[in-house]
């Protein structure tokens, strides 16, 4: 699957998400950080799933009406598990992030909510 880490998404879940055969790209790895809308913007053109510990990508996706190729949050996950986390949920979720629904992950629960 193709992924977008947004910069407050811990660098080394890069790794972790590529060992296991994923596209990614990080956002920290760019000369500055472009902004929320920028980041969204250029994950939907590349046709990849935002990570984001942000709540504002939800934000700009749903009042805003921002175009994305799904959107994964992670919610109060330190960040060596981030991408542990974010490939279990890939695993059981992935599908309906390809058709661009939003999934908050927190430690108790995840939602779905699916692409309108």
Known sequence: MKLLL????????KTVL????????WAGDWDE????????TRAYREGRVLVTLDKD???L??????RHAGILRLVGFSGR???SVCLQVLATHGGELELSAIVTA???RIRVRTAE
């Open 61 to 66: 996706a749903i009042v805003r009406r921002f």
């Open 33 to 40: 950080d472009p902004g929320d809308e920028e980041i969204l």
């Open 6 to 13: 947004d910069t407050c998404v811990w660098g080394g879940a």
């Open 18 to 25: 590529i060992e296991a055969g994923h596209d990614v790209v």
């Open 81 to 83: 598990t981030q991408g």
């Open 57 to 59: 990508f939800g934000e």
């Open 106 to 108: 927190d430690k108790r």
